[in-house]
């Protein structure tokens, strides 16, 4: 199957990839959407984080009916190759299609969650489907903990009723979410003059993933990864001081490289052999769930100045000792993931080194206590930690006119019973619950995969067949 830009909503999805549009980066994909508007006769608002709301009134026959909320977020997740040359603040994708799946060239795609945005301005686009009033909501920084959806004025949403598309699946919808928060791990360094060779330790070739979906399927993360190797080098007898340790792109993604700058008295030779066996342990671990695992020591110029002795001991010991990935399961709900961590990214700053960790939970307590945890950990060997960006969870409602809809509407069209999932992601459903206790809310779009990952793809037929599911159930809503 070819991306056919004559579909329109191919071609508004190949219109976003064109945009750069990172988190924080949303003014001109924002700006796009109000031209469209216009264009369209459309009213529309845009706020100061770039958020935007258009309207459009109901189609004939549909003037009673109550209004539809459709929403999706504009940001994307800009996680690209090493070796490529790709700059997302200015820069279009780069597609390509292999069998009927669309990719982007050594970066994400952005399927998550434009495919959901290409579907509303199709659907505004379109005079000749029947639909109640449509309130499509068009959030920021969905990406870095939902803050866009969190600065949205209620009084200018009318409806009590809702679909998210930011769902994948076609035939399935989601009946809940985590919520969560960031953690920002902070420590304030100093250095001294090193004498001593200079190693550069890399891990990589890990697969990452969505700190939410994949958190529970025993990835790798390559933050910890590098440290376990240097605390275990430590206890085997090596001397050694932190030059430098970064690694991750994004809180919310598993980081799949990271490397650590360090000096040592030991002869390179002990180095490479403790290095070796911690290699061999930890791929035996992954091996069947991230053999890709590599490690790299390499001997490099000998660096001018070190951190000193007592704060490398900390940093490598907080990185090490701090809880890390899944935690908890639900014992209510088959194979959902309770509770969780990400040590997303770390890095250097001018004079500091700073952990941005990822919490989720479907319970409140779930979150405050592995804030307590790491705050704990924390005073203990001397960082500073800051919470921010928390948002609600979106629990389970057994009563949903809206779920039943889309139940009927998949019979009828696929001949298959609805499949209900609970994740464990954050959701902008938990804000939109939040500002309206009664909104009835059901998810749905097209199959993509690997999504935070340069490996991220979209299902093309799906895409296709998810935009008249959609539209079947936008009809549906009387």
């Known amino acids: 199957m070819e991306?056919?830009?004559?579909?329109?909503?191919?071609?508004?999805?190949?219109?976003?990839?064109?945009?750069?549009?990172?988190?924080?980066?949303?003014?001109?994909?924002?700006?796009?959407?109000?031209?469209?508007?216009?264009?369209?006769?459309?009213k529309a608002i845009q706020d100061e984080v770039y958020n935007v709301i258009v309207y459009k009134d109901a189609s004939e026959g549909y003037e009673n009916a109550a209004p539809?909320?459709?929403?999706?977020?504009?940001?994307?997740?800009?996680?690209?190759?090493?070796?490529?040359?790709?700059?997302?603040?200015?820069?279009?994708?780069?597609?390509?299609?292999?069998?009927?799946?669309?990719?982007?060239?050594?970066?994400?795609?952005?399927?998550?969650?434009?495919?959901?945005?290409?579907?509303?301005?199709?659907?505004?686009?379109?005079?000749?489907?029947?639909?109640?009033?449509?309130?499509?909501?068009?959030?920021?920084?969905e990406e870095i903990g939902l803050l866009g959806a969190m600065e949205l004025d209620a009084k200018n949403i009318h409806s009590h009723r809702m679909i998210s598309l930011d769902g994948g699946g076609e035939t399935s919808t989601m009946l809940s979410s985590a919520g969560g928060c960031r953690v920002d791990v902070r420590k304030a360094l100093k250095y001294e003059k090193n004498e001593d060779a200079t190693y550069s330790l890399v891990v990589k070739g890990l697969k990452g993933g969505h700190s939410g979906g994949e958190i529970n399927k025993e990835r790798g993360n390559a933050n910890q990864l590098v440290i376990r190797i240097l605390k275990e080098a430590e206890i085997a007898g090596v001397d050694l001081q932190l030059v430098e340790y970064s690694g991750g792109l994004k809180e919310n993604?598993?980081?799949?490289?990271?490397?650590?700058?360090?000096?040592?008295?030991?002869?390179?030779?002990?180095?490479?052999?403790?290095?070796?066996?911690?290699?061999?342990?930890?791929?035996?671990?992954?091996?069947?769930?991230?053999?890709?695992?590599?490690?790299?020591?390499?001997?490099?110029?000998?660096?001018?100045?070190?951190?000193?002795?007592?704060?490398?001991?900390?940093?490598?010991?907080?990185?090490y000792l701090m809880p890390n990935g899944f935690q908890h399961r639900s014992m209510a709900i088959e194979g959902l993931t309770l509770t969780s961590l990400n040590l997303g990214v770390v890095e250097m700053e001018e004079n500091s080194i700073v952990f941005h960790v990822s919490l989720r939970s479907a319970l409140e307590s779930g979150i405050d206590n592995l804030v307590r945890i790491l705050s704990s950990l924390a005073e203990i060997l001397k960082f500073e930690v800051s919470c921010s960006a928390r948002y609600p969870g979106w629990n389970y409602n057994e009563v949903s006119p809206m779920r039943d809809t889309y139940a009927k509407v998949v019979q009828e069209l696929y001949g298959k019973e609805l499949v209900t999932l609970a994740g464990h992601g954050g959701n902008e459903c938990g804000v939109f619950k939040g500002m309206i206790p009664d909104i009835d809310i059901i998810s749905m779009g097209p199959i993509s995969r690997f999504i935070h990952t340069p490996q991220e793809e979209l299902d093309l037929a799906s895409f296709d067949r998810a935009y008249k599911l959609l539209c079947r159930v936008v009809e549906e809503c009387k």
């Not at 579909?7 to 549009?21: A, D, L, Q, S, V």
């Not at 050594?106 to 659907?123: F, K, N, P, S, W």
């Not at 066996?277 to 069947?288: A, G, M, N, Q, Y």
């Not at 769930?289 to 001018?304: H, M, Q, R, W, Y």
């Open 253 to 319: 993604a598993i980081p799949r490289e990271a490397e650590a700058l360090f000096t040592s008295s030991a002869t390179e030779e002990q180095i490479r052999e403790v290095v070796e066996k911690t290699r061999k342990d930890v791929w035996t671990e992954l091996e069947f769930s991230d053999a890709g695992f590599t490690v790299e020591l390499i001997k490099v110029e000998p660096a001018a100045q070190k951190i000193v002795k007592e704060i490398s001991e900390q940093i490598i010991n907080y990185a």
């Open 3 to 42: 991306f056919d830009l004559t579909k329109r909503h191919c071609y508004y999805f190949n219109e976003t990839t064109k945009i750069p549009h990172g988190s924080r980066n949303e003014k001109a994909i924002s700006d796009y959407i109000m031209q469209f508007a216009k264009e369209h006769g459309l």
């Open 68 to 141: 539809l909320i459709l929403q999706a977020h504009v940001d994307m997740v800009c996680e690209k190759n090493k070796d490529v040359d790709h700059d997302f603040m200015k820069d279009a994708l780069k597609l390509r299609v292999e069998d009927g799946i669309l990719k982007a060239t050594g970066t994400t795609l952005g399927a998550d969650d434009c495919t959901g945005v290409a579907y509303m301005l199709a659907i505004l686009e379109d005079d000749s489907l029947k639909h109640p009033p449509l309130e499509c909501i068009f959030t920021t920084m």
